[in-house]
């Protein structure tokens, strides 16, 4: 059973930077294409950037573009999501997931494994 840990969230000023990270235990992520979701108080969770199992592609959601960067290191069996220029409306808590079905390319695919989510508040 493939196990995920999320790190690195908590509270930040608008304008700083986090670096999430999300360990993976059980399983190898090798072969898992990996997302980072993000729900915010009151809302549904959102799809934000996926990035498949090779590292070699990625696709990032609206919400996500121009400030997030999806990585990997399955080495490490480990994904990160580096956010920048934060502002309060990213306010959230963000979750990493994964799915074997090869599908990081669409925002609605199943995820079987998630994590247990990181808080990230940012301060205006």
């Known amino acids: 059973q493939l196990q995920l840990v999320e790190s690195g969230g908590g509270l930040v000023q608008t304008g700083g930077s986090l670096r999430l990270s999300c360990a993976a235990s059980?399983?190898?992520?090798?072969?898992?294409?990996m997302a980072w979701f993000r729900q915010a108080p009151g809302k549904g969770r959102e799809f934000v950037v996926a990035?498949?199992?090779?590292?070699?592609?990625?696709y990032y959601a609206e919400a996500g573009m121009g400030r997030f960067t999806i990585s990997r290191a399955n080495a490490k069996n480990t994904v990160y999501v580096q956010i920048k220029s934060l502002k309060p409306e990213d306010t959230a808590v963000y979750y990493c997931?994964?799915?074997?079905?090869?599908?990081?390319?669409?925002?609605?695919?199943?995820?079987?494994?998630w994590g247990q989510g990181t808080q990230v508040t940012v301060s205006s």
């Open positions: 059980g399983r190898t992520v090798s072969t898992y294409d």
């Open positions: 997931a994964a799915t074997p079905y090869g599908s990081f390319w669409n925002p609605k695919g199943r995820y079987d494994y």
């Open positions: 990035i498949r199992w090779s590292g070699g592609s990625t």
